[in-house]
């Protein structure tokens, strides 16, 4: 009975064994000055239960100040929070006072605390321990006496260990841990809420009501909903404005959910992203290829020698051979297959003509020492990539086994 007054009394709707747990947790931490971090995807509802918390505790009738700490700039958000002096910085032109000094008494809801820079996040961690803080361009220590309830959307522990929040304010804000169930955890309350938010918007646009049919109501069980509660009450309102059937079908259900079918979203195939790689990876596919192309080589002359130089049978024998040659030598048009193979020429020795008709001169030849370097092979492998797929960076990138963007430093790097 008192989760179900707590319900009344915030407007939250659902008998999910999941919410009435986070409710039950709330209710019971709000008497107490502990911090909370309220964890939960995004339109999950974060902000009602810090209004839970707060209007449950003594200090409800102190400031409720809530606070997006994604949405102010990084040079902004220390004077936002902790004030400024007269002078400070450029347009500082009078004192002013910072949310922990208006909320004195009372508290404030930092919303998307892991997008806190770290220097903020030292100064909120001397908050939580000691009640004290510096205002941006003074040296006189303030005291405040607010509780903070901290809310995100992402694993906050998790950018504790890639070093973008601090372990220390993790386990001060972490003090009690709340965490809001997605709807997809929560499908039983999915038609719930949809009636209420539909009955609401036909009140607010003088609309009949809606109804939903059968297989109306298993399409918004069965939807992932990725917006949560948000989104279900942006899809109610719309089908209450443009909808002009007020008995809702399946069909016309999905003329306002998006598409399934693929999903946009990254996925993580492991822990190590594909550009720690990129640079390892590049010079192996050099190596290889130049290992591949020296033993085919070595496989042709085999071959020529073999046919004492017969071209048309070297040419039967090797079309794998010969077709990569096409590929990767531009000859001149109408001269594809003008393939030209010099043979030795035969001693002309009055003396030994009639019993060395097989010997030949050997001709020195000027011997042309190969670059061995990584970064001419590296580029030279690009050129090729562009080359093939007419210059189009995405299908080089993918035959070249790199990124796009890798592939465009490579290239801005290379000169190319």
Same mark, same amino acid.
Do not use: W
């Given at each position: 009975?008192?989760?179900?007054?707590?319900?009344?009394?915030?407007? @939250?709707?659902? *008998?999910?064994?999941?919410? $009435?747990?986070?409710?039950?947790?709330?209710? /019971?931490?709000?008497?107490?000055?502990?911090?909370?971090?309220?964890?939960?995807?995004?339109? %999950?509802?974060?902000?009602?239960? %810090?209004?839970? @918390?707060?209007?449950?505790?003594?200090?409800?009738?102190?400031?409720? @100040?809530?606070? *997006?700490?994604?949405?102010?700039?990084?040079?902004?958000?220390? %004077?936002?929070?902790?004030?400024?002096?007269?002078?400070?910085?450029?347009?500082?032109?009078?004192?002013?006072?910072?949310?922990?000094?208006? #909320?004195?008494?009372?508290? @404030?809801?930092?919303?998307?605390?892991?997008?806190?820079?770290?220097?903020? /996040? #030292?100064?909120?961690?001397?908050?939580?321990?000691?009640?004290?803080?510096?205002?941006?361009?003074?040296?006189?220590?303030?005291?405040?006496?607010?509780?903070?309830?901290?809310?995100?959307?992402?694993?906050?522990?998790?950018?504790?260990?890639?070093?973008?929040?601090?372990?220390?304010l993790y386990y001060r804000l972490n003090t009690v841990p709340l965490r809001i169930p997605a709807l997809q955890e929560r499908k039983e309350d999915i038609y719930l809420l949809f009636r209420k938010f539909a009955a609401d918007f036909s009140d607010k646009y003088r609309s009949p009501a809606l109804h939903l049919e059968p297989d109306a109501i298993q399409i918004l069980t069965n939807y992932s909903w990725p917006g949560n509660v948000r989104q279900l009450k942006n899809i109610a309102e719309q089908i209450c404005v443009l909808e002009k059937d007020r008995n809702v079908t399946g069909q016309a259900i999905l003329n306002y959910i998006p598409n399934e079918a693929g999903s946009n979203l990254p996925m993580a195939i492991n822990s190590q992203s594909k550009e720690d790689f990129t640079e390892r990876?590049?010079?192996?596919?050099?190596?290889?290829?130049?290992?591949?192309?020296?033993?085919?080589?070595?496989?042709?002359?085999?071959?020529?020698?073999? =046919?004492?130089?017969?071209?048309?049978?070297?040419? #039967?024998?090797?079309?794998?051979?010969? $077709?990569?040659?096409?590929?990767?030598?531009?000859?001149?048009?109408?001269?594809?297959?003008?393939?030209?193979?010099? =043979?030795?020429?035969?001693?002309?020795?009055?003396?030994?003509?009639?019993?060395?008709? $097989?010997?030949?001169?050997?001709?020195?030849?000027?011997?042309?020492?190969?670059?061995?370097?990584?970064?001419?092979?590296?580029?030279?492998?690009?050129?090729?990539?562009?080359?093939? =797929?007419?210059?189009?960076?995405?299908?080089?990138?993918?035959?070249?086994?790199?990124?796009?963007?890798?592939?465009?430093?490579?290239?801005?790097?290379? *000169?190319?």
């Open positions: 009975m008192y989760t179900q007054n707590i319900k009344q009394r915030f407007g @939250i709707i659902g *008998n999910s064994p999941l919410l $009435n747990r986070a409710i039950d947790i709330a209710s /019971q931490v709000a008497p107490t000055d502990m911090s909370v971090l309220i964890t939960g995807e995004s339109g %999950s509802g974060k902000e009602v239960f %810090s209004q839970i @918390i707060h209007q449950m505790s003594a200090r409800k009738h102190g400031a409720f @100040i809530a606070v *997006n700490c994604g949405a102010i700039p990084e040079g902004t958000i220390d %004077s936002e929070l902790f004030g400024h002096e007269k002078g400070s910085f450029t347009g500082a032109h009078e004192a002013r006072k910072g949310y922990f000094e208006v #909320a004195n008494g009372g508290t @404030i809801f930092l919303d998307e605390v892991a997008e806190l820079p770290l220097g903020t /996040q #030292a100064r909120l961690l001397r908050i939580l321990e000691s009640g004290e803080y510096l205002r941006v361009g003074s040296s006189k220590v303030q005291k405040t006496d607010v509780r903070i309830i901290a809310a995100t959307n992402v694993d906050v522990y998790n950018r504790v260990k890639n070093g973008k929040f601090r372990e220390d990876d590049i010079l192996y596919k050099v190596l290889f290829d130049m290992k591949k192309d020296m033993v085919e080589l070595k496989k042709l002359v085999a071959e020529i020698i073999q =046919h004492g130089g017969n071209t048309a049978t070297v040419l #039967a024998d090797n079309p794998q051979y010969i $077709n990569q040659l096409y590929r990767d030598v531009e000859l001149p048009v109408g001269q594809e297959h003008a393939f030209t193979i010099q =043979h030795p020429t035969p001693v002309n020795n009055n003396v030994n003509n009639n019993n060395n008709n $097989n010997d030949y001169f050997a001709h020195e030849a000027e011997e042309v020492e190969e670059s061995l370097s990584l970064v001419d092979k590296e580029s030279d492998l690009i050129k090729k990539a562009l080359k093939k =797929h007419k210059g189009k960076r995405k299908f080089a990138a993918q035959e070249l086994g790199i990124s796009e963007r890798t592939l465009y430093r490579k290239i801005k790097e290379l *000169n190319l």
